[in-house]
């Protein structure tokens, strides 16, 4: 196995140069303000192909959270955490857990998104506020 590389597609390339920049951007339909995550050509919501894309705070909350213990990837040795978090925006993004881990459930812990470096590239990860 190999690094894990993210796979970059045309709709989702600005997402990726947004983390390089250490500021999560995200794909938001121009007619109802509706986020597109992942970013999409059409808005699930109201059919528009029109977006634009904008800045998210990379504040929010834990939703769902797993510790791997089983090696997936090279370049991420376990034990390691993928860790669902609704941002204040209201998207859901999978990302990892940084800083101290909570004892028992994450559920509901207030984060905010950092940006790690990861193999010669940038990615973000949340730690805890509250």
């Known amino acids: 196995m190999g690094k ?64 791997f213990h089983r090696k997936y990837f090279d370049d991420f040795p376990p034990p390691y955490n993928a860790t669902t978090v609704r941002l204040e925006e209201g998207p859901l993004i999978v990302t990892n857990l940084v800083g101290t881990e909570p004892e028992g459930s994450w559920i509901g812990r207030e984060v905010e998104l950092e940006y790690v470096d990861h193999d010669g590239r940038k990615q973000h990860a949340a730690r805890i506020v509250d």
Not at 14 to 27: A, D, F, H, T, Y
């Open 4 to 67: 894990t590389q993210p796979i970059k597609s045309i709709n989702d390339i600005p997402m990726w140069e947004s983390i390089e920049r250490e500021r999560l951007e995200l794909m938001v339909c121009s007619q109802c303000d509706t986020f597109r995550y992942p970013p999409a050509p059409i808005c699930a919501k109201c059919l528009s192909m029109e977006a634009e894309w904008k800045a998210v705070s990379g504040r929010g909350k834990i939703v769902s959270w797993v510790v």
